[in-house]
């Protein structure tokens, strides 16, 4: 048992949590508008791919991320084209995102990186990793704070951004109000268009972090559907935190251990298919827990007794 | 009077929806310090006329001048900031948020980059206090009465500064008492100089505020008039365009009958705290029609939804015609007896996006003859429709023309003519003629007094107090979720009525 | 939803051409050969027996998943989890297809069949039943059991069922189970009727007889289903299980007509290519095969595309994808017919859907 459950797992849970986190971040913000941002996985998958090209192709890590965020963006925004202007069921639109970032990342890896399948060639800058020299010397901090990559720091920032953003600015105030009740918000005089577009922006930023983070930083190399249903499991976290960044971020924390743990088991024998399998089937258990909550907890709420 | 004085202009509007021309060539002005109304039947174009003022619907045609400059592209915002404030019909508050949230959204005080909450209380607290009107800044909507909520909409259109005001049917949620205490607000507004567009169908009502009244019908201008020189009579004239009798009082004809509904002490659940219900007891006997009155959203929509099974009773029992239905699903509760016309015609009682004949057979398409081998006979369904259109007048008489198109009053009628057709000991009736047109509301009183005389027992729930008090032989009281009141529909006044519908008289009871 | 029919045609074709201009100028811009490319395409599609075989095969499965995902639709699911039904309903059908001897000819295909049916509709029901109990988004639930299902059927060809040859397949399936094959050398079979069977069938439940009609009564609008009386969750529940039995049935044919056995990740998301067949006729039962079968073609003649144009065969899945994303674009054609005509249009539809509850 001490080889599963050791200091380590505490990094280990973040490593496989940050991933997750920005995808979910990347649908917080747009649930919180009343979009169900279904193209999640797609802003991911999109940016990803481009983060290792430019990686590749700059040998600049600083801009690769910054090309994997204008990627989600241009995804996110094709996404919000369609939806707002041409009206567009938003699960469908998701759907075909989804299913073109597939396609053409597919197709990427053949014609720019000249393989099919997998690419890991050793010339994927990744994002560097903060050593702090004090903490060599304490086991705790070691194990725990150091080495931590850059993007794994600024997830929580993230965290705490987005929180701050919807619940403490006029804009977040806005952005709420539009996803409850659109009419009071456009009888407010507020363009409810054009901060469906800015939070459609905002959430292809956080695809983006979250592609770039899983090719450079979570792991230097990219494959076909690398992503793996991580923006769906996204999609779960940010239901089981009710729409709170906060809370969303334990959501993560949840998924990103049950990983750790599952990748430990290994060792004891079970078939790697089950362990695999795992992270899924958890993180429908967590979705249904979370829904199955909510929904009791409004029916107590509107209960006369 | 030169134009110079007209806070509000409107020329010759033209406004479309598809293929219907809802606002036909109209005019409407606005002088400083008055309160003008606009009436007119459901449908006339009135809302959205006054929507046009506010941003929310580009007309089409027509000039819109406010301070005697001319808009172009008018928006919602851009009304606002020209001092253009609306109450709307449908209050536009998020139930999720704080009234102090709804109260500043969009137009937020700030301290750097956060809301400065302080300042926004300090600023509201000036309205609360110079106009008497109660509201708590830190409950969310979903905490309130209808009544405050409607306070903090006006609050709401003061603090974004506006000085033309525009109502749309204010009094519709309020009690005969509510509304005095409302009009004293409206007088108070206008002594400040404020401008009030007063939109309602009430005649009285009209007679009592207003300064000037304009009228419009079918979409189309009629006349302005100063209140003065008019009376409810001519008015009614004005917007029917004939003389009618809305009055289609309840018969005797019936001596009541069996109990045919009997709720005992029910308990359930509610979309708002008001609206909870918790301990109702009532009967109701064929040949008789029992009417709910009440402010809308206290618990009306509750108790008939558990009624009719589609929410959970949480205690007590419903039981008709002897047999006890509780939590019966709907499908069930419909076999044993019960035929509903839903509140939400176009969300509940139709289905919008299919036929005429589709809707109407809608209760019995799975059995025959409308079903054989599994297969539907569509033949049978179209004679079956026709004849239901033929019966109660349903327009356009094409029954494969889908319902989205129809008119509030056609698209009632289906709804109406299915539940009758379907012929159940006990009909409720919840808000049978909202939205409907005036001959519409005359044709549905009278099949509804009809289904009366073959000794059906009636359940009427309506937020028109004026048809409770025509149609009922027995009211029911209802306020925040109980009954205040069981009174004699011959014997009651429509203060009395109105007293009950402040839990007033509870009130007095218990301190007596 | 409800669009007219003929404007339906028009704006399907013109969604086509643009995105085969999109598709050609993407081309261009890498570096291909555009109008080469889609001769070939062409040519690989349909030129042949092989090639027309071939096109035929990818259709049956193209076609019943995407029958699949346009029934759920109808019930207002959103199936993302069809793939995840035809691997099990593949498994299913391989192991009773060799393990179940007893049953003669006929009975044995039948009987493989419907295993595979129960097992998709089963697997199907778990969504929709999560769905309707506590509103979870039955498309997280879709897509995060596909992948369990998909791990699970890898295990069972790796360990328990496998064929032991080293490959991750389960045994052949007994000789009586075999589609017969159409159009030999492809991998065509018999399954080709039972597919068009299948489209008649549906076509018929959907548009014809009263369960149809329930399924559209709570597709378009679920309160009015349920104050008239219909147990909405029940027929939820029942329109996502046909669904996942047409997935079922879709593994079945693969196995029985293509393979003669299961095969770890044969499938190579081909339900996503009937979503999206679906998807962009606005699930119209009736357009379906329509677009399956150009969805097939395309995916069939991709492959000499790549062999004698060069061009990666992934490009085709970018141009469908493409495809999709503006099918999905409802008003994006009303724009076009006229600038100023379309925009009034638009608005007027906007301002009726809002004005309709207060004027």
């Not at chain 2, 606005?30 to 003022?53: D, Q, W, Y």
């Not at chain 2, 204010?170 to 009009?183: M, R």
């Not at chain 2, 009055?247 to 004809?253: L, Q």
């Given at each position: 048992?001490?080889?599963?459950?050791?200091?380590t797992l505490i990094y280990a849970t973040i490593r496989s949590a940050t991933p997750i986190l920005?995808?979910?971040?990347?649908?917080?913000?747009?649930?919180?508008?009343?979009?169900?941002?279904?193209?999640?996985?797609?802003?991911?998958?999109?940016?990803?791919?481009?983060?290792?090209?430019?990686?590749?192709?700059?040998?600049?890590?600083?801009?690769?991320?910054?090309?994997?965020?204008?990627?989600?963006?241009?995804?996110?925004?094709?996404?919000?084209?369609?939806?707002?202007?041409?009206?567009?069921?938003?699960?469908?639109?998701?759907?075909?995102?989804?299913?073109?970032?597939?396609?053409?990342?597919?197709?990427?890896?053949?014609?720019?990186?000249?393989?099919?399948?997998?690419?890991?060639?050793?010339?994927?800058?990744?994002?560097?990793?903060?050593?702090?020299?004090?903490?060599?010397?304490?086991?705790?901090?070691?194990?725990?704070?150091?080495?931590?990559c850059?993007?794994e720091?600024?997830g929580?920032?993230?965290?705490?951004?987005?929180?701050?953003?919807?619940?403490?600015?006029?804009?977040?105030?806005?952005?709420?109000?539009?996803?409850?009740?659109?009419?009071?918000?456009?009888?407010?005089?507020?363009?409810?268009?054009?901060?469906?577009?800015?939070?459609?922006?905002?959430?292809?930023?956080?695809?983006?972090?979250?592609?770039?983070h899983l090719?450079?930083g979570y792991s230097?190399?990219?494959?076909?559907?690398?992503?793996?249903?991580r923006?769906?499991m996204?999609?779960?976290?940010?239901?089981?935190?009710?729409?709170?960044?906060?809370?969303?971020?334990?959501?993560t924390l949840i998924f990103g251990c049950i990983d750790s743990i599952g990748a430990r088991?290994?060792?004891?024998?079970?078939?790697?298919?089950?362990?695999?399998?795992l992270p899924?089937?958890f993180?429908?258990?967590?979705?249904?827990?979370?829904?199955?909550?909510?929904?009791?907890?409004?029916?107590?709420?509107?209960?006369?007794? | 009077?030169?134009?110079?004085?007209?806070?509000?202009?409107?020329?010759?509007?033209?406004?479309?929806?598809?293929?219907?021309?809802?606002?036909?060539?109209?005019?409407?002005?606005?002088?400083?310090?008055?309160?003008?109304?606009?009436?007119?039947?459901?449908?006339?174009?009135?809302?959205?006329?006054?929507?046009?003022?506010?941003?929310?619907?580009?007309?089409?045609?027509?000039?819109?001048?406010?301070?005697?400059?001319?808009?172009?592209?008018?928006?919602?915002?851009?009304?606002?900031?020209?001092?253009?404030?609306?109450?709307?019909?449908?209050?536009?508050?998020?139930?999720?948020?704080?009234?102090?949230?709804?109260?500043?959204?969009?137009?937020?005080?700030?301290?750097?980059?956060?809301?400065?909450?302080?300042?926004?209380?300090?600023?509201?607290?000036?309205?609360?206090?110079?106009?008497?009107?109660?509201?708590?800044?830190?409950?969310?909507?979903?905490?309130?009465?209808?009544?405050?909520?409607?306070?903090?909409?006006?609050?709401?259109?003061?603090?974004?500064?506006?000085?033309?005001?525009?109502?749309?049917?204010?009094?519709?949620?309020?009690?005969?008492?509510?509304?005095?205490?409302?009009?004293?607000?409206?007088?108070?507004?206008?002594?400040?100089?404020?401008?009030?567009?007063?939109?309602?169908?009430?005649?009285?009502?009209?007679?009592?505020?207003?300064?000037?009244?304009?009228?419009?019908?079918?979409?189309?201008?009629?006349?302005?008039?100063?209140?003065?020189?008019?009376?409810?009579?001519?008015?009614?004239?004005?917007?029917?365009?004939?003389?009618?009798?809305?009055?289609?009082?309840?018969?005797?004809?019936?001596?009541?009958?069996?109990?045919?509904?009997?709720?005992?002490?029910?308990?359930?659940?509610?979309?708002?705290?008001?609206?909870?219900?918790?301990?109702?007891?009532?009967?109701?006997?064929?040949?008789?029609?029992?009417?709910?009155?009440?402010?809308?959203?206290?618990?009306?929509?509750?108790?008939?939804?558990?009624?009719?099974?589609?929410?959970?009773?949480?205690?007590?029992?419903?039981?008709?015609?002897?047999?006890?239905?509780?939590?019966?699903?709907?499908?069930?509760?419909?076999?044993?007896?019960?035929?509903?016309?839903?509140?939400?015609?176009?969300?509940?009682?139709?289905?919008?996006?299919?036929?005429?004949?589709?809707?109407?057979?809608?209760?019995?398409?799975?059995?025959?003859?409308?079903?054989?081998?599994?297969?539907?006979?569509?033949?049978?369904?179209?004679?079956?429709?026709?004849?239901?259109?033929?019966?109660?007048?349903?327009?356009?008489?094409?029954?494969?023309?889908?319902?989205?198109?129809?008119?509030?009053?056609?698209?009632?009628?289906?709804?109406?003519?299915?539940?009758?057709?379907?012929?159940?000991?006990?009909?409720?009736?919840?808000?049978?003629?909202?939205?409907?047109?005036?001959?519409?509301?005359?044709?549905?009183?009278?099949?509804?007094?009809?289904?009366?005389?073959?000794?059906?027992?009636?359940?009427?729930?309506?937020?028109?107090?004026?048809?409770?008090?025509?149609?009922?032989?027995?009211?029911?009281?209802?306020?925040?979720?109980?009954?205040?009141?069981?009174?004699?529909?011959?014997?009651?006044?429509?203060?009395?009525?109105?007293?009950?519908?402040?839990?007033?008289?509870?009130?007095?009871?218990?301190?007596? | 939803?409800?669009?007219?029919?003929?404007?339906?045609?028009?704006?399907?074709?013109?969604?086509?051409?643009?995105?085969?201009?999109?598709?050609?100028?993407?081309?261009?811009?890498?570096?291909?050969?555009?109008?080469?490319?889609?001769?070939?395409?062409?040519?690989?599609?349909?030129?042949?027996?092989?090639?027309?075989?071939?096109?035929?095969?990818?259709?049956?499965?193209?076609?019943?998943?995407?029958?699949?995902?346009?029934?759920?639709?109808?019930?207002?699911?959103?199936?993302?989890?069809?793939?995840?039904?035809?691997?099990?309903?593949?498994?299913?059908?391989?192991?009773?297809?060799?393990?179940?001897?007893?049953?003669?000819?006929?009975?044995?295909?039948?009987?493989?069949?419907?295993?595979?049916?129960?097992?998709?509709?089963?697997?199907?029901?778990?969504?929709?039943?999560?769905?309707?109990?506590?509103?979870?988004?039955?498309?997280?639930?879709?897509?995060?059991?596909?992948?369990?299902?998909?791990?699970?059927?890898?295990?069972?060809?790796?360990?328990?069922?496998?064929?032991?040859?080293?490959?991750?397949?389960?045994?052949?399936?007994?000789?009586?189970?075999?589609?017969?094959?159409?159009?030999?050398?492809?991998?065509?079979?018999?399954?080709?009727?039972?597919?068009?069977?299948?489209?008649?069938?549906?076509?018929?439940?959907?548009?014809?007889?009263?369960?149809?009609?329930?399924?559209?009564?709570?597709?378009?609008?679920?309160?009015?289903?349920?104050?008239?009386?219909?147990?909405?969750?029940?027929?939820?529940?029942?329109?996502?299980?046909?669904?996942?039995?047409?997935?079922?049935?879709?593994?079945?044919?693969?196995?029985?007509?293509?393979?003669?056995?299961?095969?770890?990740?044969?499938?190579?998301?081909?339900?996503?290519?009937?979503?999206?067949?679906?998807?962009?006729?606005?699930?119209?039962?009736?357009?379906?095969?329509?677009?399956?079968?150009?969805?097939?073609?395309?995916?069939?003649?991709?492959?000499?595309?790549?062999?004698?144009?060069?061009?990666?065969?992934?490009?085709?899945?970018?141009?469908?994808?493409?495809?999709?994303?503006?099918?999905?674009?409802?008003?994006?054609?009303?724009?076009?017919?006229?600038?100023?005509?379309?925009?009034?249009?638009?608005?007027?539809?906007?301002?009726?859907?809002?004005?309709?509850?207060?004027?």
């Amino acid at each position: 048992m001490s080889k599963i459950f050791d200091l380590t797992l505490i990094y280990a849970t973040i490593r496989s949590a940050t991933p997750i986190l920005f995808a979910a971040l990347c649908c917080t913000i747009t649930q919180q508008a009343d979009i169900l941002n279904i193209g999640t996985e797609g802003i991911m998958l999109t940016s990803s791919f481009v983060a290792v090209l430019t990686s590749v192709l700059t040998g600049s890590w600083m801009i690769a991320i910054l090309m994997a965020i204008v990627s989600g963006v241009v995804m996110a925004l094709i996404m919000a084209v369609a939806n707002i202007k041409y009206s567009a069921n938003i699960c469908a639109i998701g759907m075909a995102i989804n299913m073109f970032a597939l396609a053409i990342t597919k197709f990427g890896i053949k014609r720019f990186l000249g393989t099919s399948g997998t690419y890991s060639g050793p010339d994927i800058v990744g994002i560097p990793r903060i050593h702090v020299a004090a903490f060599d010397n304490n086991v705790f901090l070691n194990e725990v704070f150091n080495n931590w990559c850059i993007t794994e720091v600024l997830g929580i920032i993230m965290v705490i951004v987005m929180w701050f953003l919807l619940f403490r600015t006029a804009w977040g105030l806005r952005v709420r109000c539009v996803g409850r009740f659109p009419m009071a918000a456009e009888t407010a005089g507020i363009n409810v268009r054009r901060l469906k577009y800015q939070v459609m922006i905002i959430s292809g930023v956080m695809g983006g972090l979250a592609g770039a983070h899983l090719t450079l930083g979570y792991s230097k190399m990219f494959a076909e559907n690398i992503t793996n249903g991580r923006g769906f499991m996204g999609i779960a976290a940010m239901n089981f935190g009710a729409q709170n960044p906060i809370l969303v971020w334990g959501g993560t924390l949840i998924f990103g251990c049950i990983d750790s743990i599952g990748a430990r088991l290994q060792s004891y024998g079970i078939p790697s298919q089950f362990i695999l399998m795992l992270p899924y089937i958890f993180t429908i258990t967590v979705l249904v827990l979370a829904m199955w909550r909510k929904t009791t907890s409004e029916a107590r709420k509107k209960s006369a007794l | 009077m030169s134009a110079e004085n007209y806070v509000v202009e409107m020329v010759d509007i033209e406004k479309n929806f598809a293929t219907v021309k809802a606002v036909d060539h109209s005019f409407f002005n606005l002088k400083k310090g008055e309160i003008h109304s606009l009436i007119g039947e459901n449908g006339a174009g009135k809302s959205t006329m006054m929507k046009m003022l506010y941003g929310l619907y580009q007309p089409d045609a027509g000039v819109i001048k406010i301070n005697g400059e001319e808009m172009r592209d008018l928006t919602p915002g851009k009304a606002i900031e020209k001092g253009i404030g609306m109450v709307h019909q449908e209050f536009m508050l998020v139930n999720e948020l704080t009234v102090l949230e709804n109260v500043i959204l969009g137009f937020e005080p700030k301290k750097g980059v956060t809301i400065d909450f302080d300042e926004a209380r300090k600023k509201i607290q000036t309205y609360i206090d110079d106009y008497h009107m109660e509201i708590q800044p830190d409950k969310r909507i979903n905490q309130i009465s209808v009544g405050e909520a409607q306070r903090v909409e006006i609050i709401k259109t003061l603090y974004r500064g506006a000085n033309v005001l525009i109502m749309d049917e204010p009094t519709a949620v309020l009690t005969p008492q509510e509304c005095v205490k409302f009009f004293e607000i409206l007088q108070e507004l206008r002594k400040d100089g404020k401008s009030i567009i007063f939109i309602s169908h009430k005649l009285n009502e009209v007679m009592e505020i207003s300064d000037r009244v304009s009228v419009m019908r079918a979409g189309k201008y009629i006349t302005t008039v100063d209140k003065k020189d008019t009376n409810p009579t001519d008015l009614a004239k004005l917007m029917v365009g004939r003389d009618v009798n809305l009055h289609i009082k309840s018969g005797n004809a019936v001596k009541p009958g069996e109990v045919v509904l009997k709720v005992d002490n029910l308990w359930t659940s509610g979309e708002k705290e008001i609206s909870k219900i918790r301990g109702i007891s009532f009967e109701v006997r064929a040949g008789e029609t029992v009417g709910i009155a009440g402010v809308d959203g206290n618990g009306q929509s509750e108790l008939i939804e558990a009624i009719t099974g589609l929410r959970k009773v949480e205690k007590g029992t419903v039981t008709l015609s002897g047999k006890d239905i509780t939590n019966f699903a709907p499908k069930k509760a419909r076999e044993a007896g019960l035929s509903h016309i839903p509140e939400e015609r176009n969300v509940r009682g139709l289905n919008r996006s299919m036929s005429i004949e589709d809707n109407l057979v809608a209760l019995k398409f799975d059995l025959e003859p409308f079903t054989k081998h599994y297969t539907r006979n569509k033949k049978e369904v179209r004679k079956f429709a026709e004849d239901l259109i033929e019966k109660f007048d349903i327009r356009p008489k094409k029954a494969d023309v889908i319902t989205q198109s129809l008119s509030g009053g056609n698209a009632q009628k289906i709804v109406i003519a299915r539940e009758v057709d379907a012929g159940g000991d006990l009909l409720i009736a919840a808000q049978p003629t909202r939205g409907v047109d005036i001959g519409a509301i005359e044709s549905i009183r009278t099949t509804l007094e009809n289904v009366k005389k073959d000794g059906k027992a009636i359940l009427l729930v309506s937020a028109d107090l004026d048809e409770v008090m025509d149609m009922s032989d027995r009211i029911v009281v209802m306020y925040e979720g109980k009954i205040t009141g069981i009174l004699n529909a011959k014997d009651a006044t429509k203060e009395e009525v109105g007293l009950y519908m402040l839990g007033q008289a509870e009130q007095d009871r218990k301190e007596s | 939803m409800e669009k007219e029919k003929s404007n339906r045609y028009v704006t399907l074709l013109l969604t086509l051409i643009l995105s085969m201009v999109v598709g050609a100028i993407f081309m261009w811009l890498v570096g291909y050969h555009p109008l080469d490319a889609y001769v070939q395409l062409f040519k690989g599609a349909f030129i042949g027996k092989v090639n027309l075989g071939t096109t035929l095969q990818k259709f049956v499965p193209i076609l019943l998943t995407g029958l699949g995902f346009a029934v759920a639709a109808k019930v207002d699911c959103f199936n993302a989890g069809i793939e995840g039904e035809l691997y099990l309903g593949a498994m299913a059908a391989a192991w009773a297809g060799h393990y179940v001897t007893f049953l003669p000819g006929i009975l044995h295909i039948l009987f493989c069949f419907l295993v595979a049916m129960v097992v998709g509709a089963l697997w199907a029901a778990i969504p929709a039943i999560l769905k309707v109990k506590w509103n979870v988004n039955e498309i997280c639930v879709c897509i995060l059991s596909t992948y369990v299902a998909k791990y699970f059927c890898s295990w069972l060809c790796n360990g328990p069922l496998t064929a032991g040859s080293g490959i991750p397949q389960t045994p052949n399936i007994t000789d009586d189970a075999v589609l017969p094959k159409i159009l030999a050398p492809s991998q065509a079979n018999f399954g080709l009727f039972i597919a068009i069977a299948i489209i008649f069938f549906i076509g018929w439940m959907i548009y014809k007889s009263a369960v149809g009609m329930k399924f559209q009564m709570v597709g378009l609008n679920k309160k009015n289903a349920e104050y008239l009386g219909i147990n909405v969750k029940k027929v939820v529940i029942q329109g996502m299980m046909v669904s996942g039995a047409l997935g079922g049935i879709a593994g079945a044919i693969e196995v029985m007509g293509a393979y003669g056995y299961f095969l770890d990740n044969f499938s190579l998301n081909i339900a996503n290519d009937g979503m999206l067949a679906s998807l962009i006729v606005w699930n119209d039962i009736l357009l379906v095969p329509v677009m399956s079968l150009f969805v097939a073609a395309l995916k069939a003649g991709a492959l000499s595309m790549e062999r004698f144009a060069g061009v990666p065969r992934s490009i085709v899945d970018t141009i469908t994808a493409v495809f999709i994303i503006f099918a999905t674009m409802e008003t994006l054609f009303q724009v076009s017919k006229g600038r100023f005509a379309g925009w009034k249009q638009k608005k007027q539809g906007n301002s009726k859907s809002e004005g309709g509850k207060s004027i």
